[in-house]
């Protein structure tokens, strides 16, 4: 399970770090946010394609991206 503070890879290349994360109870799984650098100008979905990892202690974990949030403050897909 992440804390936040872990770092990210993308094709094994160090390009951010977690800077929260907790257990997603309708996932059954974790979730983390995170900040990416990228160049400026550049677009975010530059960076959605390549593999991602996340170190947690020393092992490095599948993760995937998305540039949504994960969230539904509106609750539009609740009532989908």
Known sequence: ??????PIYRD????GT??????????????????VAGEPGERAEAWLPGPYDIDLAGVRVPATVSLRAWHDPAGARLRA
Not at 12 to 15: A, I, K, S, Y
Request: net charge neutral; aromatic share 8%; charged share 15%.
């Open 18 to 35: 977690l800077t929260s994360a907790a257990h997603g109870h309708t996932l059954g799984r974790g979730v983390a946010m995170g900040y």
């Open 12 to 15: 094994g290349r160090l390009v």
């Open 1 to 6: 399970m992440a804390w936040g503070d872990e």
